[in-house]
Each structure stands twice: as C-alpha cells, then as structure tokens.
C-alpha cells in the first residue's frame, strides 16, 4: 500500500520525475496481520551514475507540519476527514487535530512537540479517555469551531458519500502520534498498546533537500489496518469474544455495486479508497460472512472460497469460462475508473452463498448490527444477538 511507502508525492511531487529513490520501500502484503517490529527510517538518493544522497533536515517548525496538514489533509491519510484543533480537554491540555472515519470513528492525532516520548504518548491517553466521552453534539459544536458555517452532516456526506450515523458517531477512536522519529522505548510501549488491542499507531515524517527545495515522507509503524480493525471490533461499551462470525457492509444503492451481480458471480468486495478496501485482507476460505446493505438490510450469508484480489485480477465464472469481473459484472461500476490505481480500486472475495435474498426482501430491524467498515469482526454483543436472530431468516446459514 502506497500509504507505507515514503512518497514524495504526498506534496505532489514524483520520485522518478525528480531523479529519486527510495531505499527501503516497504510492500503492503509484507505488513497485513504483521506485528512485528520495523524501522520506519529511511533514505533517499538522486539516481545518476554517481547516486547522491539527500541531506535529511528539519521542517522551520512543527506548527509548520500542522499547517501543512490543515491545508492538504492527504499528508496526514486519505481516509479521514479533519473536523477539530487545537480542543482545550479540560484535563490542561489541548488535542493537537481530530478526525473522523466513515464509520464514526473519531482520530485523535497528536504532534509531538518538545516532549519526551514517553509523555507524548500519556498525554495521547489521557487525550481519549476525554475523546471518548464527546456525544454528538459535542462532536458538533467542535466541528462548528473548526469550520465555521458548515455542516458536519453535509460535509461528511460530501466527504464519503453516505450519510453519518449518530448511534455510531464516536462509537470507538483511535490515536495517532505524528512525530519525526521515534525511539526503541517508545516503539516498545505502542506496540506493546496496540498487540493489547488499543487502537494507536505512529506516522513518522521525514524531511530531506533537495537544492532549494524540501520534501517531505512518511511512514506508518504499523499497517493501518491494524488500528483500524482494532477501533472497529474494540467498540466504546460491553464487549465479548468474536463469535467468529465475520460482518461485511455492501454498499450498494449508488450505482457502484450491484448486488445482484454479488448473488449472480458470487462475491463481495469494497474499493474507492484503502479504508474501505483492505478490511477484506481479513477473510480467509472457510470464513462465514453475513452481508449487509446499508439502508437497506441483510441481503444474506455465504462462505468465502478464496483471497482477496483487485478488480484487475479477479475473474468470475460464465456460461464462456472465466472472466474478468469488469467485463462481467455491469450493474455497477466498481471504480472501474481506478483500475490501474491500487489504492482506489474495487477489490473483491470470492464467495459461495449459503442463503441469500433480493434487496427489496432485506432483513431490517431495530436493534440489528450496522457498521459502514468493509469487514469487521465485531465483539459486542449486539452482533452476538444479531447472528442470533439472523439465523432464524436464513436457517440455511451452515449448510
């Protein structure tokens, strides 16, 4: 995933325009489900015959960085939307940015400033044990200081393109320190944190010159989706072990997707962005998945035959023999647009249905698990109830 390669292009810069390379570029499938330790230092050199390396600097100041993010979010991630800064706790401090995930999810990102390591990340926890109690008119009132005049239901909707759910607004956080480097103690206690199942993470950032010029790179110490499926199955409220029963969320209804292409090819999937994409990473053969529309309901239950795989790769079987699913499956679109793009393009898993329904039959009631993350594993006990209650409407769920 192009997030965990230092890319200058985070300042619309490209490496082989400039005459640049990395030296230690780091793979995405290398890091999915990795908990291992790694170094997020890197090197750059102009290419040449006589490679030169660039001089690694420092930014003016740190408040530069902040800056820079406010005006150009995609240097922090491309997958939040920013809606606070500089918010007083009341605990005697100030959060530095917060964010929010199309699922709700609130991020806390904290920009080490002459503090230790070790006090950067305390004062990070102390920071959500306050994020954790914002309700929703909170969240409101902090996203009204921040952009004066606007809507925080509009610009979400605008954002990600569906609506924002109030019961789920806050329903967990994550906290990402950013920082310019990063010690082996501190590197010990967050992934000590994180392997605990708290959801934090750190974004290093790199400065190097270049003539005139500075650019800048980044770099996760663990994979995102380590966070993110930590925030998404570790909710705020009672929790209980997975019942090993996996929850995935079609989104269907805007031309993108069709689900009757999903019961006719026999599939699932998720694109438009990493977010939504790599929580697929998590299905292997054998896993039982209940589907759910959006808006709609659960649609049905199926049994996953194989790995995830992008829209360029994967292949569908018809009356012709295999082939490619974009070729195939022409209800939706599935960011056919994105094909040649790894971060914003539709990936999808093989499934066999055990049971299914049309969309207009949906099964929808008060009380049934919802949650807008591609794949998640949930362990509160609302999806134990809902697994429940779901297998009464599609009794052929183990067969």
């Known amino acids: ?59 003016a100041s740190e408040r530069l960085l902040e800056e820079m993010i406010i005006s150009s979010p995609k240097l922090l991630s491309d ?34 400033r002459n503090r230790t390591p070790r006090e950067v990340v305390a004062q990070a926890l102390d920071y959500a044990s306050w994020v954790q109690t914002l309700h929703a008119d909170d969240i ?37 320190i950013v920082a310019g480097s990063l010690d082996d103690s501190t590197e010990r206690i967050i992934t000590y944190l994180s392997e605990r199942d708290i959801a934090i993470n750190v974004l290093c950032f790199q400065v190097f010159t270049i003539g005139t010029d500075q650019l800048i790179s980044r770099a996760w110490l663990h994979d995102p989706l380590q966070a993110q499926v930590i925030a998404s199955t570790a909710p705020v409220g009672p929790v209980e072990p997975w019942n090993g029963e996996f929850y995935h969320s079609f989104g269907a209804g805007t031309g993108t997707r069709s689900w009757d292409d999903a019961l006719e090819y026999g599939f699932i999937c998720g694109g438009g962005g990493v977010w939504y994409s790599r929580t697929l990473k998590q299905l292997n053969p054998g896993d039982r998945v209940w589907v759910n529309v959006p808006g709609a309901g659960y649609v049905g239950v199926g049994c996953v035959t194989g790995n ?78 809902t697994v429940e209650r779901l297998k009464d409407f599609f009794p052929a769920f183990d067969k």
């Open 1 to 59: 995933m192009a997030d965990l390669i230092p890319v200058v292009r985070l300042l619309r810069f490209s490496l082989s325009n400039i005459g640049l390379v990395s030296q230690n570029p780091i793979q995405f499938d290398d890091l999915i489900n990795s908990r291992q330790k790694m170094t997020i230092r890197t090197s750059l050199w102009r290419v040449g015959a006589q490679p030169q390396q660039l001089v690694e600097s420092l930014l």
């Open 140 to 176: 409101a009132r902090i996203f009204g200081r921040f952009a004066p005049g606007k809507s925080l239901a509009h610009e979400f909707r605008v954002r990600f393109g569906h609506d924002l759910d109030e019961d789920s607004l806050n329903g967990s956080h994550q906290i990402v």
């Open 79 to 112: 997958e939040w939307l920013l809606i606070g800064r500089q918010e007083d706790t009341g605990y005697g401090g100030r959060i530095d940015l917060l964010a929010i995930a199309p699922d709700g999810a609130l991020v806390l990102i904290e920009i080490k």
């Open 308 to 385: 995830m795989q992008s829209a360029l790769d994967f292949n569908v079987s018809t009356p012709n023999g295999e082939r490619p699913v974009l070729d195939t499956a022409k209800r939706g679109t599935y960011h056919a647009e994105f094909r040649n793009d790894p971060e914003q393009c539709e990936y999808f898993v093989p499934v066999r249905w055990l049971q299914t329904v049309p969309l207009n039959r949906a099964v929808q009631e008060i009380g049934l698990f919802g949650n807008q993350n591609t794949i998640c594993r949930p362990t509160t006990p609302k999806w134990r109830s």
